[in-house]
Every structure is written in structure tokens, then in C-alpha cells.
């Protein structure tokens, strides 16, 4: 007699002995309460079969027996190397090759024919419906489907007495995990195999759902690796253990008995299989339906894609996908809301099916993207062209002649760059739109030699786009020398002055420069007044006074001036409403900065109106996908799912804040890939979101990424940069990571003491954090020094 440990121990110890132990039997005698132990001990046997009792053995004053009703079924017998099957003598097993909470797995070679099959032995009455589950749903998928190489085939049962167990085909690689580990790592092995073995898979898994059996625990573990005739690695599907039936008039339409469900209506539980692979919806309690086993094919897909089958994924997972087509094929397996989730298994195996003419599409799209660069510098050149002829020509006045130079070429090259961002699936993220327009400016900039005045409109829209999409460097001296010529070739006032004037504030804002932008802004928008009082009845004009009165209403609300701030927004957006028709980009921008300004002021309710009717307008606005009509994703749109966001955070409606935020910064990445200042924006707030539901272990991955990507765009020593530093490090001390959260919580502190003087709540929360990390480091100095700060606060 021995325990569990000495009895597994020993059973290792015989595999590979042929002969020595055949006439030993091992036995499970169930648990024993033993005398002096506060918990049943399980007792096991070995004997020799004749000579030993090989039985359970009687009580005594020192040991009871405690076996559960209904266990004894599936005590008694237990494998061994070197055993034969009882019921099966042919077969001897050889080896065990797994185990879990239904029992174990054994692979026996039959003694003449020397074939291979597994054993999957039940010694768990309460998993034994499990093995009638699988069998019932094995013989569904034979009568509907007949025998197939993708699924793996049962050749017997048995289930009306001890030892219960299913027979079933033998795989000689084994499961994915174990071929990956025969070849050196997934890694080695090459990626078309790894997408085809993916794609081969998931036609399995449509083929079991076409007669309405889901697997519910698709995982590399369960699909086992065969050679086809030719030698090429197969995939095939195992595992029904815990599947589901959808349809009962399958079973009934075929005679087949049914076993192992409670309820083949209603067994779409939301219990799955292993979590990694397991659908949010399943995780939340939500039936589980086909779109589950997606979800898992997803995940799978994932993981084979980045080489790696023990990785999850996580917050960021694009990252390491860098094929686009396959980072759009899996984002949409592992869609979190079903409605935007791919529908069927079928769907993915003919998008993988399909990829290398997907990729030769690809190419000929991004060649495609090519010739629009060059489309691009035409264009401009045309528009300019047409432009300088009708000023030569004198038919039409110059304040006219100006307004319409403006109109023409911002509006024709904005339609143009914004149509290159959006491109169409967002394939384009690997094709930057900088490189667009440094394939197009030289030859503008020869075309232009010596005419000045278009020079200089030029170098004010290109410099305008290279901001526009973060390159800041790239935009300095493009509007730089568009300022300069203004200012050499026209008298004060002029709208063309102000326009740079306004051009150079925002490069500045960009940078974080806001001091210096400040003057530029106040420049512009004094000589705009001026403007405006000349020409009162010019819609242009006016115009242009609301944009410059909205710029400096941003400095202001930046600048903890909200107050004056909301006049001058509210000021803006009266001019727009009387000269535009909405939907409006311009009047849905005012609005969209109105409510951010009511945001600031702590007035949450009262901002909402404002951005939400800049939602609608910008919806409205947005290009259509041709197939769905939906609208697709816009840089705005995002923008303003991130106030919205924000104003239910501060509401206290985290759930509904998080649905924003989240969907937020998915658009910004659609649209504007993998870094953008505008991403780091949303993605901070995101991480403040997860903090103020006390979720630090969840925040603390967002905001790396966002102190990141600011800490690129815009300098470590950046205020937001800084912000989101603060942010961290309160994650990091709410994790007891000490030494890490006062380095983050002192950088930005440092840097935002002065700036952040005007809100003496936001540095009180810093200091009060870094006297925590100081006593807790035992920094005397330190602490003394941030309580006599917050003291004087």
C-alpha cells in the first residue's frame, strides 16, 4: 500500500521494463481517513495478481475508508507500463502521455498488428459524462461528415463498466506544442506553414460547426500534428471533451443516442476551456456560441504568427505582429464586442487561404500609394498653375483672387492627405504619409523657383502637413521660409501674414513650446480684428477671426485661463454657425473645443451636449466603407470619443468610459498606426481610467506605452510626457514597487511644480505620493522636503 506520490513514482519507474511486471496490478482504493491526519489521504496498491488481496483494505480503529457515492465506479484498476487493457487484451500500454481532472492518457501498442492507438482512462465520476459528451458528439461528426483526417477518429468505448475510457487514433508528433518543441521552436519553422496550419485548422472547426457542435477549447494542445502523403504537416482537431451540440435535430435526424448532456438545446454554457483561449463574452457569463471558438482560432492565429505559443494577448499585441493583413485577420477573430467579431471559422480559413493574393493586392496597393505622392505634387501644381494664371489674367480682384488661392489649395491637398491617412482597410500604416509627401515636394520646390508668392503657399501647406502628421522637424523650415516671404512681400495687415503667423503658434504647440507660441497666436489673431472691422460683410474674413479666436481660446484653457477660454470658444463657434451649414467640420470642431473647455472647468454634464452634437456632425462627415455603409475611422471622430470618454470618467460612469476610451484608441491606431501623439493622449487617459477603478496591474502596461510614445514624440521632459510619468509611478506605488514609483513621481514632479502651480490639487497628490515613497525608502531628506512643500500648499 502507498500514497498517491509513491505510487505515481513508481509507476515512472516501470516504463520501459518489458516483461518484469506484467502479472503486477496497480490499484486506486479511494481516500482513507487516517488516524492523527486532519484530511483523507488517497491509499493506492500494487500487488501481484494470485499472491496480494488487490483490494480495498477493511477499517480499522486507525483507518476508515471515505469514499464519496458514486466514486466507487471509478475506483479499482489503474494503468501502468506494461499493462494490458482490461476489456482489451491485445493492447499493452506503453507510455502515459498526459493527465487532468478527467484522468489520464496512455498510448498502447497492440501485440500482433503493433498499430498505436491512445487511451483516454476516466477516473472521475463526475467527468465520465465528459467521455459520453465526446463520444456522442464523435459519432454526429462521423454519420454527418464522414471519416475526416482534420478530426480526430474514435474507434472504441468503454462505458458501461471500470475502467471507463475512449479509444481513439494515434498521432505520432503529437500535439502542436509537442511538434513545435521537435522542431526547434516554432519560431523554425517557417511562417506560410504556421498560417496554413491555422487556416487548415479553423476549416475543422467550420466543418464541425456546419452540423452544429462547438469545440469550446480550441488550443494548440488539442490539435494534434500528422503527415499527410506527401509529408507535409497536418493539423488535426481533438478534444470534444467539454464541446457542445447547437442543434438537437442533428441527433435526432440520425438516431444517435445522446449521452453526456444535460440539455442539447440549452449546453452552450458560458464555461470554456482554457482562459487565455476563452472569449470575453464567456469569461462575462454570456452563452457560448460559435464566435467563441473564432475568438480561440484568434488567439492561436496569434501565437503562431509571433512564434510563441505560451503568449497572450495582451494590451499592445499589434506590436509584434508586423504583417498587416495578418494584424487585421486576427484583430477581427479577437474582436471583444461579437458584433464586429469575423462570424464564422470558415470566414478565417478563406481569408488565410487567400493571403498570398491578399499580399500580391497589397503590393500592387502600395505602388498604388506611390503614384499618389506623385499624384499629389501634380495636383498642387495644378491648382497652382490655375490659380497664378487667373491672378496674370487681372479678371478677378485680389482680395477675391487671395481667398480663393487659399480655399482652393488647402481644401484640395487637406482632401487629398486625409484620403492618404484613411487609406483604404488601414494598410497603410507601414506606408507613411510623410514619405508621401517628401516623395512629392522636390519637384514643387523646383516647379516654384523664384515665384514667390506661391513659393511661400506652398511651403505653408506642406510645413501645415508634416505638422499635422507629428513631424514637427520636418514642418519647421518649410513654415518658417513661408513666413519670412510673407513678411518681405506684403504690408501689415495681411491675411496671408496671419495665416503663417497662426501656422508657426501651432508648430510651436506641437512642440510644447506654448510660451513661445503664445505671441503668435495674440499677433495673428489682433490683426485678424483688424481685418475683420476693414471688410465687416466678408464671410472670409470672419471666418478666419473665429479660427485665431478658437487658437487662442486653446492657449487660454491650457493656460488655466478657462473662463476666458469658453468666451472666446463660444465666440468662435457663433461666427461659424452664421456662415456654414452644418454638418461642418469647422462647427463641430468649435463645439468638440467648447465642450473640452467645460471639461476643464469641471462642468461634465454641461460638456457633454457640446461634444456630443460634435460626434454627430463629424459622423456625418466621415468617409462610408463601400460594403457595409458604416462610417469609417476618422482622427476627429476619435478625438471626441476621447472627450467623451473622459467627461464619463469624471461622471463616475467608468463602464461607459472605458467602451470610449477604448474605442478611442483603437480609431487613432487605425488611423494613424503605431505612434501618434494623439494615441498617447487617449491611451494616458485610458491608463487613469484603469487606475481609478484601482486596476493598477491593468493601467501600468497603457501608460508605459503612453510615456513611451511622448517621451518620443515630444522629450522626456515634455509636460504630458511628465503627466503620464505621475500617473505611472501612483500605479507603481499601489503595486509596491517603491524604488520605481518615486523615480517616475520625482521626474514629473520636478517638471511640473511650476507649470501646475495653478492647481494646487494636482500637486498636492504628487507630494503626498512622493512623501509615501520617501519614508518608505527611508529618505529622511526627502521627506522632510516634500512635507514642508506640502505644507506651504
Not at 456560441?289 to 495582451?314: F, H, I, K, N
Not at 500617473?727 to 517603491?738: P, S, T
Request: aromatic share 6%; hydrophobic share 40%.
Amino acid at each position: 500500500l502507498m500514497t498517491q506520490a509513491a505510487f505515481d513514482i513508481a509507476r515512472r519507474a516501470v516504463v520501459g521494463s518489458k516483461g518484469i511486471y506484467e502479472d503486477t496490478t496497480w490499484m486506486a482504493h479511494g481516500p482513507y481517513l487516517l488516524k492523527g491526519c486532519e484530511d483523507p489521504v488517497a491509499i493506492f496498491e500494487v500487488g501481484v495478481r494470485g499472491v496480494s488481496p488487490l483490494a480495498a483494505p477493511p477499517d480499522s480503529q486507525k483507518a476508515k475508508r471515505s469514499v464519496a457515492a458514486g466514486d466507487e465506479e471509478t475506483l479499482g484498476w489503474r494503468p501502468a507500463a506494461g499493462q494490458r487493457v482490461p476489456q482489451r487484451k491485445a493492447w499493452t500500454l506503453e507510455q502515459k502521455l498526459g493527465e487532468g481532472g478527467f484522468g489520464e492518457v496512455w498510448l498502447a501498442t497492440h501485440e500482433r498488428t503493433k498499430s498505436r492507438r491512445v487511451f483516454k482512462f476516466c477516473f472521475d465520476a463526475d467527468r465520465l459524462r465528459s467521455l459520453k459528451r465526446e463520444l456522442t458528439l464523435f459519432r454526429l461528426l462521423r454519420d454527418a461528415l464522414g471519416d475526416r483526417k482534420d478530426i480526430a477518429r474514435l474507434f472504441d468505448v468503454q462505458l458501461d463498466e471500470a475502467p471507463f475510457f475512449l479509444e481513439s487514433e494515434f498521432t505520432p508528433s503529437g500535439s502542436l506544442v509537442e511538434w513545435a518543441e521537435e522542431q526547434g521552436g516554432l519560431a523554425q519553422v517557417p511562417l506560410d506553414l504556421r498560417i496554413g496550419l491555422v487556416a487548415q485548422t479553423a476549416r475543422a472547426v467550420a466543418a464541425a460547426h456546419s452540423v452544429g457542435i462547438l469545440h469550446k477549447d480550441i488550443k494548440p494542445a488539442n490539435i494534434l500534428i500528422y503527415q499527410d502523403d506527401d509529408m507535409r504537416p497536418r493539423p488535426r482537431l481533438a478534444d470534444f471533451g467539454i464541446g457542445a451540440i447547437t442543434e438537437r435535430g442533428q441527433l435526432e435526424g440520425r438516431n444517435i443516442t445522446v449521452a453526456g448532456f444535460t440539455d442539447p438545446d440549452s449546453d452552450t454554457s458560458s464555461h470554456a476551456g482554457t482562459r487565455m483561449y476563452a472569449p470575453p463574452e464567456s469569461l462575462a457569463g454570456r452563452p457560448f456560441t460559435v464566435l467563441g471558438d473564432v475568438y480561440a482560432l484568434g488567439v492561436m492565429l496569434y501565437q503562431m504568427v509571433v512564434g510563441d505559443l505560451e503568449r497572450p494577448v495582451a494590451q499592445g499585441w499589434e506590436r509584434d505582429v508586423p504583417h498587416p493583413l495578418l494584424r487585421e485577420d486576427i484583430a477581427v477573430c479577437i474582436d471583444g464586442n461579437e458584433e464586429q467579431r469575423l462570424g464564422s471559422a470558415q470566414g478565417l480559413a478563406k481569408r488565410l487561404e487567400a493571403l498570398p493574393e491578399r499580399r500580391r493586392q497589397y503590393g500592387r496597393r502600395r505602388a498604388a500609394v506611390v503614384a499618389f505622392g506623385t499624384l499629389v505634387a501634380l495636383v498642387i501644381l495644378g491648382s497652382i498653375a490655375t490659380v497664378w494664371g487667373v491672378r496674370e489674367s487681372g479678371l478677378r480682384g485680389t482680395a477675391e483672387l487671395q481667398r480663393d488661392r487659399a480655399q482652393t489649395m488647402n481644401q484640395m491637398f487637406e482632401d487629398l492627405l486625409l484620403g492618404a491617412v484613411a487609406w483604404d482597410s488601414g494598410d497603410t500604416r507601414d506606408i507613411r504619409v510623410v514619405d508621401l509627401l517628401d516623395h512629392a515636394a522636390p519637384a514643387l520646390v523646383s516647379e516654384l523657383e523664384g515665384k514667390l508668392e506661391l513659393q511661400a503657399e506652398f511651403q505653408a501647406i506642406l510645413g501645415r502637413s508634416y505638422r499635422y502628421l507629428d513631424a514637427n522637424e520636418k514642418a519647421r523650415p518649410h513654415l518658417q521660409s513661408a513666413l519670412e516671404i510673407r513678411e518681405r512681400l506684403f504690408e501689415r495687415p495681411r491675411e496671408e501674414i496671419a495665416e503663417s503667423l497662426v501656422d508657426w503658434a501651432e508648430l510651436q504647440w506641437n512642440m510644447g513650446a506654448y510660451t513661445e507660441a503664445e505671441p503668435f497666436y495674440v499677433d495673428a489673431l489682433r490683426m485678424r480684428e483688424t481685418l475683420a472691422r476693414v471688410e465687416p460683410d466678408d464671410p472670409a474674413r470672419q471666418l478666419a477671426l473665429a479660427e485665431s479666436k478658437q487658437l487662442r481660446a486653446s492657449w487660454l484653457n491650457r493656460a488655466e485661463s478657462a473662463e476666458a477660454a469658453e468666451d472666446l470658444y463660444r465666440e468662435a463657434l457663433a461666427i461659424r454657425r452664421t456662415y456654414l451649414t452644418p454638418p461642418n467640420r469647422h462647427i463641430a470642431r468649435s463645439e468638440n473645443n467648447l465642450g473640452f473647455c467645460l471639461l476643464r472647468q469641471n462642468k461634465y454634464a454641461e460638456a457633454q451636449a457640446p461634444i456630443s452634437a460634435a460626434l454627430a456632425q463629424f459622423l456625418a462627415l466621415s468617409p462610408r466603407d463601400p460594403e457595409t455603409g458604416e462610417p469609417r475611422p476618422t482622427a476627429e471622430v476619435a478625438g471626441v470619443l476621447n472627450n467623451l470618454g473622459r467627461c464619463e470618467m469624471e461622471l463616475g460612469r467608468h463602464d461607459v468610459a472605458l467602451d470610449l476610451l477604448r474605442e478611442a484608441v483603437a480609431m487613432k491606431r487605425a488611423v494613424w498606426g503605431d505612434a501618434h501623439g494623439s494615441i498617447a493622449v487617449s491611451l494616458h487617459y485610458l491608463g487613469v481610467l484603469h487606475q481609478r477603478r484601482d486596476e493598477p496591474a491593468a493601467a501600468v502596461p497603457i501608460l508605459e506605452e503612453a510615456l513611451s510614445m511622448r517621451e518620443r514624440l515630444l522629450g522626456p521632459d515634455h509636460p504630458d510626457a511628465a503627466r503620464t510619468a505621475v500617473e505611472l509611478g501612483g500605479c507603481r506605488l499601489a503595486l509596491d514597487a517603491v524604488p520605481e514609483a518615486h523615480a517616475l513621481l520625482l521626474r514629473g514632479y520636478e517638471v511640473l511644480r511650476t507649470i501646475d502651480a495653478a492647481e494646487p490639487e494636482r500637486i498636492r497628490r504628487m507630494l503626498t505620493w512622493l512623501i509615501e515613497t520617501s519614508r518608505r525608502l527611508d529618505r529622511a531628506d526627502e521627506q522632510a522636503r516634500f512635507e514642508a512643500e506640502l505644507a506651504r500648499e
